[in-house]
């Protein structure tokens, strides 16, 4: 077997098989260092002084034996040939497979606008690029970031808990819009406002310079490093190219098979019949799903709902979105930080929820009572 990816979920599967079964060879192969660490950690590490070296837990000669699996490093899969049932290898080398696993995670959304080439626009996706987004940053210094969603919300509470002067541009009129209703959100953006953040929501860039962005408000917003955090999209390519059915991501089944039988996918590169799902619960539950699979206990992946924690310490939020596409409104109770908002369909029936403050500790309780994702 061979896996590509050694994120959360390509580790994680590698874990949970070797349980299962203890003698099949397993080639994980990553295009990184191939160190266990927890990547939702990232937008969370400055506060906690975590360093690129302390977020790792275990290195990829760890892992190795640790999984009894061999680990290539540093190695990028050019090609997948679905018919001799080999990969190709950025050095020319060719690896057979008897089974393949593409848990290849998600690239960040390019984001361009006028001047871009002439200014760094950081995203930070793994350890090596927060490596390098650490080591640039200036104490006390200023920090655009681009996107006011669940990744640049943490990011900009983080920042400005060791002291950088945080400005975050978004065009939606409050942070986290496409997760929490209009007074939910409005209160998580004074509380991080609170807590230093500065905001300029309902804007764009239209320009940068360097140490310069132009919003189209006229607004010039300093800063002596950017962010962007405006979403990751799925890593297809190398499906595509092969011939295997994509969409937003790699398309799988209930069996997290590919339209290739060989070929499976999980984590942020696939797609299951709820959509891709970017989020640590759902890549978890799709690892263990798939091991015993692959073992030989043929096992349909299901998932019950599964909330999301934001981690802003400025204001707890939890989250567990309704099902995309689907019609309903928010009914909301609380007032102030303490809000608790369900989204009823038309049938009046809870398809998802938002939590603030105090009730995000009702998180586990009321995910009980939502429909299953799959």
């Not at 299901?302 to 596409?325: F, I, S, Y």
């Not at 908002?341 to 995000?360: C, I, M, N, Q």
Request: aromatic share 6%; glycine share 12%.
């Amino acid at each position: 077997m061979v896996i590509v990816g050694s994120g959360l979920g390509g580790y994680t599967l590698a874990r949970e098989f070797r349980r299962l079964d203890r003698d099949t060879p397993v080639t994980l192969i990553t295009a990184d260092g191939g160190e266990s660490y927890s990547k939702p950690m990232l937008s969370a590490a400055f506060a906690q002084s975590k360093t690129p070296t302390t977020l790792v837990m275990k290195s990829a000669t760890q892992m190795a034996e640790e999984l009894a699996i061999r680990v290539l490093t540093r190695t990028r899969v050019e090609a997948l040939d679905r018919a001799a049932k080999v990969v190709r290898l950025g050095d020319g080398t060719v690896l057979p497979y008897g089974r393949l696993v593409l848990a290849m995670g998600a690239d960040p959304r390019p984001y361009r606008v006028d001047g871009t080439d002439a200014v760094t626009v950081h995203s930070v996706n793994d350890l090596d690029d927060y490596a390098v987004w650490r080591d640039g940053l200036i104490p006390g210094g200023r920090v655009l970031l681009i996107g006011g969603g669940l990744i640049g919300c943490e990011f900009a509470n983080d920042l400005v808990a060791v002291g950088q002067t945080v400005s975050v541009v978004d065009p939606f009129p409050w942070p986290l819009g496409r997760l929490l209703p209009e007074e939910m959100g409005k209160e998580l953006a004074a509380a991080l406002a609170g807590a230093g953040v500065r905001f300029h929501l309902g804007r764009s860039v239209i320009r940068l310079e360097p140490g310069k962005a132009h919003l189209d408000d006229g607004t010039m917003v300093p800063f002596e490093k950017a962010l962007s955090a405006i979403g990751l999209l799925p890593r297809v390519k190398l499906a595509a190219e092969a011939g295997l059915t994509v969409d937003k991501g790699i398309m799988v089944d209930g069996f997290l098979r590919t339209s290739d039988s060989d070929v499976f996918a999980l984590g942020d590169c696939a797609q299951t019949g709820a959509g891709p799902l970017p989020f640590v619960l759902p890549l978890m539950a799709e690892a263990k799903t798939l091991a015993r699979t692959l073992a030989g206990d043929e096992t349909i992946l299901r998932l019950p709902a599964l909330p999301v924690v934001v981690k802003t310490p400025a204001l707890p939020v939890a989250v567990c979105p309704p099902a995309p596409g689907v019609h309903g409104s928010w009914r909301i109770e609380g007032e102030g930080p303490d809000r608790k908002a369900l989204f009823l369909g038309e049938d009046g029936r809870a398809l998802g929820f938002a939590l603030t403050g105090s009730f995000a500790a009702e998180r586990q309780a009321l995910a009980k009572e939502m429909p299953d994702l799959l």
